[in-house]
């Protein structure tokens, strides 16, 4: 099996800055892609910004210039440093990755979600 640690969610003030982890445990191969995802009451989850296996990074348009995602593969944690923040960012931040349990299986796992919450 495979857990997502996620950390790092809080209360601040419209400008200021958050930093997330996630930390992936367990029997993981190779993981593919890593990414944060978010939702607020009543709509969809949406991708905020992803990191796969060779680099490739993509981001939602309404953080694009304000949010870094980054991933140390030695430690299987992705991060995603959150600058300049809106009200409109809140939402509770979901960890999500593509990982290979073995040589053939993969899966997609999510975390437990941390609550980011901007005041304006």
């Known amino acids: 099996q495979v857990q997502l640690g996620e950390s790092g969610g809080g209360l601040v003030r419209a400008g200021g800055s958050l930093r997330l982890s996630c930390a992936a445990s367990g029997s993981i191969f190779r993981i593919i892609a890593m990414g944060w995802y978010r939702q607020v009451p009543g709509n969809q989850r949406e991708l905020v910004a992803q990191?796969?296996?060779?680099?490739?990074?993509e981001y939602a348009d309404s953080v694009k210039g304000r949010f870094t995602i980054s991933r140390d593969n030695a430690k299987n944690t992705v991060y995603l440093q959150m600058n300049t923040l809106k009200p409109e960012d809140t939402a509770v931040y979901y960890c999500?990755?593509?990982?290979?349990?073995?040589?053939?299986?993969?899966?997609?796992?999510w975390g437990q979600g941390t609550q980011v919450t901007v005041s304006s």
């Open positions: 990191v796969n296996a060779g680099g490739g990074l």
């Open positions: 999500q990755a593509y990982i290979y349990d073995t040589t053939t299986t993969w899966s997609i796992y």
